[in-house]
């Protein structure tokens, strides 16, 4: 099992940022892809970005490409969404999840994931 709690959500004005934090515990964060989706009032869960068990490879949705970042410390089972110029549908409930397996490589789809925090709001005010 792995179990994942998500925090760093608030309410920012349009532009500016916001860092959130996934910490994981239970099996070897290390050998986990971890991924961050999104959800909206009313939406479906929206992929954000991927980052892969090493760190060494990341991928981004279209629209947060050069605004968000994911990053990763494997020593502190953490992994991170750096968010930059938000904008107000950027709004929703941020989840971190984790690959199904070790050394797997999900991508896009939610249920490439076996494991998920409880999420953390996000509102972008204009």
């Known amino acids: 099992q792995v179990q994942l709690v998500e925090s760093g959500g608030g309410l920012v004005q349009a532009g500016g940022s916001l860092r959130l934090s996934c910490a994981a515990s239970?099996?070897?964060?290390?050998?986990?892809?971890m991924g961050w989706f999104r959800q909206a009032p009313g939406k479906e869960r929206e992929f954000v970005a991927v980052?892969?068990?090493?760190?060494?490879?990341?991928y981004y949705a279209d629209s947060m490409k050069g605004r968000f970042t994911i990053s990763r410390d494997n020593a502190k089972n953490v992994v991170y969404l750096q968010m930059n110029s938000l904008e107000p549908e950027d709004t929703a409930v941020y989840h971190c999840?984790?690959?199904?397996?070790?050394?797997?490589?999900?991508?896009?789809?939610?249920?490439?994931?076996?494991?998920w925090g409880q999420g953390t709001q996000v509102t972008v005010s204009s």
């Open positions: 239970g099996r070897i964060f290390s050998t986990y892809t």
């Open positions: 999840a984790a690959a199904r397996t070790p050394y797997s490589l999900p991508y896009k789809g939610a249920d490439e994931y076996g494991y």
């Open positions: 980052i892969s068990w090493s760190g060494g490879a990341t």
